[in-house]
């Protein structure tokens, strides 16, 4: 079993800043493909920002520039960095993780969520 442990939602103005984290514990050997998705009011969950072990991100249209993913792989944890946030930004925000456990099982799981409110 794996926990995903997400932490740093809150309520900021626009043009205000968050980090968000994510850590990963339980059965880990290693963490494979990591990602944060959003999902806002009525809106279907979309794909904010994606992070491969060797560190090669991407990011949706509507956050390059302003936000950056980072991960440290022995520490079993990602982070997401969030800039010049605009209340389009308001949404939950879920790890999601590709998990080799030490059983030899490949899963992946996802965290219970942090909301994240830009407004002024």
């Known amino acids: 079993q794996v926990q995903l442990v997400e932490s740093g939602g809150d309520l900021v103005q626009p043009g205000g800043s968050l980090r968000l984290s994510c850590a990963g514990s339980g059965d880990i050997f290693t963490m494979r493909d990591m990602a944060w998705y959003r999902q806002a009011p009525g809106k279907q969950r979309e794909l904010v920002a994606s992070i491969k072990t060797s560190g090669s991100a991407n990011y949706a249209d509507s956050v390059t520039g302003r936000f950056t993913i980072s991960r440290e792989n022995t520490k079993n944890t990602m982070w997401l960095q969030m800039d010049s946030l605009k209340p389009e930004d308001t949404a939950v925000y879920y790890c999601?993780?590709?998990?080799?456990?030490?059983?030899?099982?490949?899963?992946?799981?996802w965290g219970q969520g942090t909301q994240v409110t830009v407004s002024s």
């Open positions: 999601n993780a590709a998990v080799i456990q030490r059983d030899g099982t490949y899963n992946t799981y």
